[in-house]
């Protein structure tokens, strides 16, 4: 399974972006696809993750109510939208992919890892 993230870029505080995760290969063996992040000098951090039919979020506390993740399966396409971003907020952010199906936040659930895209949010 490959994953492929996108959507990144410079926003402005208060703005919105919307990252993209395109998974490719053999993604019938993905169930949850999740979004983590990674400031500079900080540990990686959850941020949110959807099981394969969407009935099941979960969200870091950081961005609850701001962020929002959906996912078209007959794309193989995870999204996150991302509004009202914070200069906090500013990170690469890697898409990961799951066998299993619950919403974990734990990156040792996850399986496959795509490469990051940089969000940088200026103040």
């Known amino acids: 399974v490959q994953l492929q993230a996108s959507g990144g870029g410079l926003v402005q505080a208060g703005g919105s972006l919307r990252l993209s995760c395109a998974a490719s290969?053999?993604?019938?063996?993905?169930?949850?696809l999740g979004w983590f992040r990674r400031a500079p000098g900080k540990e990686r951090e959850f941020v949110a993750a959807?099981?394969?039919?969407?009935?099941?979020?979960n969200y870091a506390d950081s961005v609850k109510g701001r962020f929002t993740i959906s996912r078209d399966n007959a794309k193989n396409t995870a999204y996150l939208q991302m509004n009202s971003l914070k200069p906090e907020d500013t990170a690469v952010y890697y898409c990961?992919?799951?066998?299993?199906?619950?919403?974990?936040?734990?990156?040792?659930?996850?399986?496959?890892w795509g490469q990051g895209t940089q969000v940088t949010v200026s103040s």
């Open positions: 990961a992919a799951a066998r299993q199906g619950a919403v974990y936040s734990s990156s040792l659930y996850y399986d496959y």
């Open positions: 290969g053999r993604t019938l063996y993905v169930d949850s």
């Open positions: 959807i099981n394969r039919s969407g009935g099941s979020v």
